[in-house]
């Protein structure tokens, strides 16, 4: 199993990237090779809306000369995709915007090759937002026919200075019982 933990955050160890690494873990435990992507390592602009991947047909973005396609090829090729975004003004952030709008048209105009992955999100925020971003990211992962599993509530969690995530006990219990349902589901998808 192939994990793609796609980090939207702009703090490369934040708590999106510590609740990515969390459920990374203990799939890696149970043999999953882990494929980390830091959006703000890359560089990933905005979809321009050309129609060149719809008209091409070959799985790329023709619209912009930037690390896109070596993200969607990547994106490709994972059998589970986990996105973490943490809350910026009550929604996700243009990192993560920039990679569900690039990957995910792509992947629908070039045979929906999303579809039957496993897909999960994490979201840690100081305050509010946390379930509209949360939502923002499942709409996505359901619209590219993608399978999302649950957990004992959603994979959110409460914090804002780098590490506040580890005092959220119930938000780290969250993420242990998704990747533990991430490797039961997937020795059901093969």
């Known amino acids: 199993m192939l994990v793609l933990s796609v980090n939207g955050s702009p ?3 934040g708590n999106t990237c510590q609740m990515l690494d969390r459920v990374c873990r203990i799939l890696a435990k149970a ?54 975004s943490p809350v910026y003004f009550g929604s996700l952030t243009p990192l993560i915007k920039a990679y569900m709008d690039r990957v995910g048209f792509v992947g629908r105009v070039n045979g929906n090759f999303l579809a039957r992955k496993i897909g999960a999100a994490v979201v840690p ?31 959110v969690g409460q914090g804002r200075e780098e590490g506040e995530i580890q005092q959220d006990a119930e938000a780290l219990q969250t993420l242990d019982l998704l990747a ?10 093969v």
């Open 180 to 189: 533990d349902n991430i490797k039961w589901l997937a020795t059901k998808l």
């Open 31 to 84: 043999g999953a090779h882990i494929d980390e992507l830091h959006l703000e390592e890359r560089e990933l602009s905005p979809c321009g809306a050309c129609m060149l991947c719809a008209e091409k047909q070959d799985g790329k973005c023709h619209g912009r000369v930037d690390d896109g396609n070596e993200i969607i090829a990547r994106s490709q090729a994972a059998d589970v995709i986990l996105l973490g």
């Open 125 to 155: 925020a100081r305050r509010a937002g946390k379930l509209f971003t949360f939502a923002e990211l499942n709409m996505w992962f359901l619209i590219n026919g993608m399978i999302v599993p649950g957990s004992s509530y959603w994979t």
């Open 11 to 13: 703090r490369r160890h």
